[in-house]
């Protein structure tokens, strides 16, 4: 996902009602979110589908590292070969 750009991304809400079908045209061109203000401050935040999707991925590998990083401090990790045997037998090679 782009980062946003102040002058182009962050919206009223009077302006998003009135022209959602050019906001969502916007988000979709330039894969950048659009931030929508209510009496001047963020409520929301309108992202391309795709963007959302590959946004949550990243999330979900970063916690699966996160949870790798625990077990190993947490003395649950194997050493490589011993992964790589346990892996190919798995796979039947």
Do not use: C, N, W
Not at 49 to 60: F, R
Not at 61 to 85: F, P, V
């Amino acid at each position: 996902m782009k980062r946003s750009r102040i002058d182009e991304d962050i919206r009223p809400m009077s302006e998003f009602r009135t022209g959602i079908a050019s906001f969502l045209k916007q988000i979709h061109d330039t894969k950048r979110p659009l931030i929508i203000t209510q009496h001047g401050k963020g409520v929301a935040v309108l992202l391309d589908a795709g963007e959302y999707e590959a946004m949550q991925e990243k999330i979900e590998m970063l916690q699966d590292i996160q949870t790798s990083i625990g077990q190993i401090e947490a003395g649950q990790g194997i050493e490589h070969e011993d992964a790589r045997k346990h892996v190919m037998k798995r796979i039947g090679k």
